[in-house]
């Protein structure tokens, strides 16, 4: 089974805090995705990456940065939380190749105050 | 641009069938999928279509037609646990994937 964490289940943070969501996989799969999810719009791309230190905008990439240090660990980094970026936050993975089908985390409800 | 329809809501019966419609315009196509999201839960995979034609995998089956940029999910035998968001994904050109709103399917006893 494929084994997707993230660091926390619900968050709250005050306008302007810098927050870090983190994702962990356990499968050594190459690709790694953050997505937003908000009612009555669907999955929105953030950032993805296709490999330790490389890193693509997705459709929405403003107000965030990410970071992959190591192949097992995708970070997504707000540098100034606003409360527009309250939404559930889904870490995805894709193992690579011709294997497109997309492994989520539990994700995290993050609310800015 | 790149869009894809499906109906926001879908009400059905436990035991019977239901069939929810995505119809997908991208820039290019590399597949269709299908994923199953339980309130307050991740998305989890369901099926993956690239070739025409229905596939099967109990209860569940998933169609497509290229030609059309249309698919279809068919649920049969409904359960209570079936209630659910039915979320549609294509495949661009880029092989990034293009995510529907979701259809919420309400099962009634």
């Known amino acids: 089974d494929v084994k997707v964490t993230q660091s926390s289940r619900y968050l709250v943070k005050r306008t302007g805090e810098k927050v870090f969501l983190e994702c962990v996989q356990d499968m050594d799969h190459e690709n790694m995705f953050w997505y937003r999810q908000d009612p009555g719009l669907g999955l929105r791309l953030i950032y993805f990456?296709?490999?330790?230190?490389?890193?693509e905008k997705g459709d929405i990439p403003e107000g965030y940065s990410v970071s992959r240090e190591k192949k097992e660990r995708f970070s997504l980094i707000l540098e100034s939380a606003s409360t527009n970026q309250t939404s559930m936050y889904l870490c995805?993975?894709?193992?690579?190749?011709?294997?497109?089908?997309?492994?989520f985390g539990p994700g995290t409800r993050l609310t800015v105050t | 641009g790149q869009n894809i329809d499906q109906p926001t809501e879908m009400t059905a019966t436990e035991g019977a069938i239901v069939q929810i419609n995505c119809t997908y315009q991208t820039s290019g196509f590399n597949g269709l999928f299908w994923y199953q999201q339980h309130a307050g839960e991740a998305p989890t995979f369901l099926s993956y279509?690239?070739l025409d034609g229905l596939e099967e995998k109990g209860r569940f089956s998933s169609f497509l037609s290229r030609s059309k940029g249309y698919s279809y999910l068919l649920l049969k035998e409904l359960q209570m646990k079936d209630s659910a968001s039915y979320l549609c994904a294509a495949l661009d050109s880029n092989y990034q994937l293009i995510w529907g709103a979701g259809t919420k399917l309400i099962i009634k006893p």
């Open positions: 279509n690239v």
């Open positions: 990456s296709y490999d330790v230190k490389m890193k």
């Open positions: 995805a993975l894709a193992k690579g190749g011709d294997a497109y089908e997309q492994y």
